[in-house]
């Protein structure tokens, strides 16, 4: 037997998220994200239209079991999550890609800190809204630092649904815009899922094609046994699938670049392939 159903959560929420608690998160909130967000010129092969589409699909990617290692390492070695390094890279990337220096990622979490929320059926996930100011060409590992704080600071004020901080931060919004706050998103994947198994029934995953994106690009990626892998989703009205190839083997070229030298400054960590490099 569940200790609390779904319905007991939500009346939880919502007696958790007011007065004082409230004013807490939305103050925190409303600090990070206040001024004009950014909205990255990122390297789309067609540009906006009127209304948003969510044409969408993915390209899939595995890194090394040794790239791998080699990042849960440098966390190690900084005191860091897997995730926060990861996010860390992905902003260096649209920093270089976009030349801005103002980069906001969303991600989601599982909201299931709780014994009592561990096994209850029903969708708890929440979206927390990451900034991070990479201005004056930063070393890696400080902007590690940075984010690391950006991180714990979110996790922190994290109980302030998605839907309230729109609310809360009321931005400018435009048909063309897909999701508010942010354009992209990366979400790591850590629990291993195992199969379903039933009695005298054999049962595996069948996935089928993703027609349809929620974001201009989302990095979704999971922490296996057999190392770092996921897919790049992206709205395919706006980027053609070799751009996404593109985009994902120089985040590759990046993270070596930061597995060997992390202490390197923004502008000096490599983006482009060798073969690149020679056209």
């Excluded at 992206?234 to 699938?241: A, G, K, R, T, V």
């Amino acid at each position: 037997p569940l200790p609390i159903q779904y319905a007991d959560y939500a009346v939880w929420q919502r007696q958790q998220l007011q007065g004082e608690k409230l004013k807490e998160q939305t103050d925190y909130w409303t600090n990070q994200l206040s001024g004009e967000l950014p909205v990255l010129e990122l390297p789309m092969d067609r540009s906006y239209g009127a209304v948003a589409t969510y044409q969408g699909s993915q390209v899939p990617f595995a890194f090394s079991p040794e790239l791998s290692e080699q990042l849960k390492a440098i966390s190690s070695q900084y005191r860091v999550t897997l995730f926060a390094l990861l996010l860390t890279a992905c902003k260096v990337l649209l920093h270089r890609y976009t030349d801005s220096d103002d980069i906001v990622v969303g991600s989601d979490i599982a909201n299931r800190d709780r014994t009592e929320t561990e096994g209850l059926i029903g969708l708890l996930v929440n979206t927390l809204v990451f900034r991070s100011d990479l201005s004056n060409n930063p070393r890696f590992c400080d902007l590690l630092t940075q984010v690391r704080e950006t991180v714990l600071g979110g996790l922190a004020h994290k109980d302030l649904p998605f839907e309230k901080l729109v609310e809360v931060i009321n931005p400018e919004r435009h048909l063309s815009q897909m999701m508010p706050l942010f354009q992209v998103k990366l979400d790591l994947q850590q629990v291993d899922v195992k199969p379903m198994v039933l009695d005298g029934l054999t049962i595996e995953r069948y996935p089928l094609p993703e027609t349809q994106a929620k974001y201009e690009l989302r990095f979704i990626l999971q922490d296996t046994p057999q190392g770092i892998s996921g897919q790049v989703e992206y709205n395919s009205d706006l980027f053609d699938e070799k751009t996404i190839a593109r985009l994902i083997s120089h985040f590759q070229t990046l993270l070596f670049g930061v597995v060997d030298s992390p202490d390197k400054q923004l502008s000096e960590l490599p983006l482009l392939s060798e073969e690149e490099k020679q056209t």
